[in-house]
């Protein structure tokens, strides 16, 4: 060892030393400065109060991390399953829809869904944050909205997926203003006003909706399905004979990706909707986890035993479907009771996706009215039928009430949305358009340079 470098690594660890001395030193007189006071029970009490308000904030952020990160899921996930040349538009929708979103739920959105009301029906107050007094005032209103903020992006990107690949992009970012400014803030209002400010109608008759199967997912699912349903199919989706013709993704690699990226964001989805850090969160953590698995295993089942191949496309649905099915009842289920759902969850939605392409002729090229809708619809029932502190009537008949109540909001006004948005912007590019791809159309390039890529 040359002379020059012993002498470099010795002054290191003699700086060490003298910095833990420091340190040392400082917590001795600060622990004998401790040691002369007396403790006492309330002394105790505040300390301990104190440590637990900083993890709750801290898991609270870290969980609203996680959550934002599903926004990376859900652009790879759209984008791997269609074409090439559409990914441009469909990462603009997926980062645009979430940045609109955050201002129109900042200035009116968060005010409606957890403000004060004398209704149940909507909230009145806290507008453009106004809750917030200042550095001095109580700090936790700004990690409770950014918590519920990444939620509202997650309702509102749940539609780009169901309309991907003939839409407007100004049409887009006009829907994504009113689904997180609007639409999603009232219905959630009936369900977690209470969280904040509010008090809504559906809670106060013993709703459950853990972390959001019908409050997040199913209402980004059922605005999907009005959206779908006035823009009508992609070109070339159905034969003259009314066929189905399979339109298959450019990057089945990137959509796995994005399921993971959502899996992983799932463990700040639902156990972060404790917003507290405590023991409650282990069993969150795990029926989250157990659902998810037994919705893929099933659904790569229900695909093989259909098409005699294990399908990767609707098995990477199916645990997506196992995730949005236990979010309702994560915190309410036994673990076994979370596989059972995940598993009904995971053969659902291939059922649901070959009725809704088949059947009803609606193109939804990720799947995202089945993956969203139909099992958010099951989750938020199956956590009324497995309550873990027993079922009765009542839940179950409130549970359907929600679930219906969600769908008749939810579908209807995002069908008038559309419907409005249609006469004023136009909802839909044209067929040349469309064929050419919204990359060059409506961004004016290409995601793959290098690549040449050929439609056939």
Not at 153 to 166: K, L, N, P, Y
Request: with cysteine; glycine share 12%.
């Amino acid at each position: 060892m040359k002379k020059g470098r012993c002498n470099l690594e010795t002054e290191f660890i003699l700086a060490i030393g003298v910095v833990l001395a420091v340190v040392l030193a400082a917590a001795s007189g600060w622990a004998g400065e401790e040691a002369a006071k007396p403790l006492t029970l309330e002394s105790n009490k505040a300390a301990i109060d104190l440590v637990q308000t900083h993890a709750n904030f801290l898991w609270t952020l870290v969980a609203a991390a996680l959550v934002f990160f599903m926004q990376a899921g859900f652009a790879a996930v759209e984008a791997g399953f269609t074409r090439a040349k559409n990914t441009i538009n469909i990462m603009m929708k997926n980062i645009m829809d979430f940045s609109i979103g955050t201002i129109a739920f900042w200035a009116v959105g968060f005010g409606l869904m957890f403000g004060a009301t004398k209704t149940g029906w909507f909230g009145t107050t806290d507008f453009f944050l106004s809750g917030w007094k200042g550095p001095d005032g109580d700090q936790w209103v700004l990690a409770f909205w950014m918590f519920q903020v990444v939620f509202a992006g997650t309702a509102a990107t749940i539609v780009s997926g169901a309309m991907a690949e003939r839409t407007k992009f100004q049409a887009y970012l006009l829907y994504s203003i009113f689904i997180c400014g609007f639409i999603y803030p009232i219905f959630g209002s009936w369900a977690w006003g209470s969280l904040l400010n509010g008090n809504g109608w559906l809670e106060q008759m013993g709703f459950i909706d853990f972390a959001g199967s019908t409050v997040v997912h199913s209402v980004g699912a059922w605005c999907a399905l009005a959206g779908a349903i006035v823009l009508g199919p992609r070109v070339g989706k159905y034969g003259p004979k009314g066929e189905v013709r399979a339109i298959p993704g450019h990057n089945i690699p990137l959509a796995a990706i994005g399921v993971f990226i959502l899996w992983l964001g799932w463990f700040g989805f639902n156990p972060g909707s404790t917003t507290t850090a405590d023991t409650t969160i282990a069993m969150i953590f795990v029926n989250t986890n157990l659902a998810a698995a037994a919705g893929a295993v099933l659904a790569m089942i229900t695909s093989w035993s259909l098409f005699k191949k294990p399908e990767i496309g609707m098995t990477l649905n199916g645990a997506l479907a196992g995730l949005v099915a236990i979010t309702a009842g994560c915190a309410n289920v036994s673990p076994t009771s979370s596989i059972v759902i995940g598993a009904v969850a995971g053969v659902l939605v291939v059922l649901s996706v070959l009725f809704i392409d088949h059947t009803l002729k609606i193109d939804d090229p990720v799947g995202a009215v089945s993956v969203h809708g139909v099992c958010g619809a099951w989750g938020t029932l199956a956590a009324g039928l497995f309550n873990i502190e027993g079922v009765t009537t009542k839940i179950i008949t409130t549970q359907l009430i929600g679930i219906g109540a969600c769908f008749v909001w939810s579908f209807f006004t995002a069908l008038i949305m559309f419907k409005v948005i249609d006469a004023i912007v136009g909802l839909r590019v044209s067929e040349e358009e469309e064929l050419e791809g919204l990359d060059v159309t409506e961004h004016g390039g290409h995601a793959y340079n290098d690549f040449m890529v050929v439609d056939h």
